[in-house]
């Protein structure tokens, strides 16, 4: 099973996957997709939130 960020983006960059699913890791943290994004390095890891709580992490944050 596949539950880490850079395992799952290593497999698909290498071409031995085409699709990976995370449903039982967004159902145990429903933060993983920031927190991966984090993880890669993404420069903007809140751009895979949702409208909303994009806009008031940074504010939360401080």
Request: aromatic content about 12%; overall charge negative; some cysteine.
């Amino acid at each position: 099973m596949i539950t880490d960020a850079g395992q799952a983006d290593g497999f698909v960059r290498n071409g031995q996957l085409d699709l990976v699913c995370f449903a039982r890791s967004l159902l145990a943290n429903p933060h993983w997709p920031f927190q991966a994004a984090q993880v890669l390095n993404i420069q903007n890891a809140s751009a895979v939130l949702p409208t909303p709580y994009a806009y008031w992490l940074p504010n939360w944050a401080s």
